[in-house]
């Protein structure tokens, strides 16, 4: 049976909040939705890491050097007055300039006035998204492991989440399982490739398999697609918005926070039919206005000026990077899944004591100094109330090399 994302701590904190509520709730008390709503725990890890003194492999800060026209840019921008709102849509530059990319790297031809709509960050383009396209109680299909700010993002639209396992150690379509999980319910299936936190990278046939099962029961499919210029050993990204009969079904989400190194910057674009933008922009000029303005000039530099090579040497910089850590994983008796795609790396955790992930990568955080994420912030609970993720853990790579070669430095001295 298909699952519903739901776990433990949740479970408790609304069961806590509704024992307060049914006593004292009046009009000062929070909405029905907030008891639920917990930190994630990537941004937890983080926090605790801060405080620890340790080095991040928690979170996907991303915090290597952005290239520098990019940068010249947006300073520009600021210093010539480019400081008010633009259009909800974003500059005419870089909207061009994102039709541009996309027709010169997949092929995919979209109008700039009428298909692309630039926004705060990759969540804020997903947030405007599922406000304009699913009602409450809709169900959307995600693939496990998935990114949880995937899965708040729907309870926040008060949409159903469902997961649809992978196969546990390839990450491989299982598409029997997808199909089950589609039910009357279903408007949209949700896909992030390459993939946070597996480094998944989808292949054709399993697009095409998701895609063919998106058009016999007319769903959506969103596609965070974030990590597309991160692939290695001779993976492809593809894009589901370029299969026969996806384009109008296909809302196409990613940004520059990744490849430009500018993650504080929020900055991302979404890119669907014109049937559907005008109602995604209603949603995101109503929460956000606009995407920062000088910004924008920054990011358009930098797909108008940066070479191809660029995004090759970005993906041949992180194959290294991501080679170094799992040497290192390896040595500390972490068997690290290998990933073919995105910045991160899931990592076997059953030797480290502790009770749960959640446990095991304080655990480590304590007696190394490196942080990482509990594995089960990425898996809903089985059939079992077991959560597959309890003996994962996982690691970003995106770090600059001096403090990447320490954390790896002390994992590879770290015995459990």
Known sequence: MPRTTSSPQIRQLREQDEDGLQESRGNLSLSELAPGVVHSEIRAMTMVCAEAGGINLAQGVCDTDPPHPVVAAAVEAIHSGQNIYTRLDGIAPLREAIARKLACWYGLIVDPQSQVLVTSGATGAMHAALLALLDPGDECVLLEPFYGYHVNSLRAMRAVPVVAPLEKTSFALDTDRLRRAITPRTRAILVNSPSNPSGKVLTRPEMEAIAALAIEHDLFVFTDEIYEHFVYDGARHISMMTLPGMAERTILISGFSKTFSV???????????????????YFHDLIYVCAPTPLQHGVAAGLLELPESFYREIATEHQAKRDRLCRSLSAAGMTPSIPSGAYYVLADAERIPGTGAKQKARRLLAETGVAAVAGSAFFAEDAKGVNPGENLLRFCFA??????????????????
């Open 263 to 281: 993650t504080g910057w929020r900055l991302g674009y979404l890119v669907a039919s014109q049937r559907w933008l005008q109602a995604i922009g």
């Open 399 to 416: 770090k600059k090399d001096a403090e990447l070669a320490e954390a790896c430095r002390r994992l590879e001295g770290y015995r459990a």
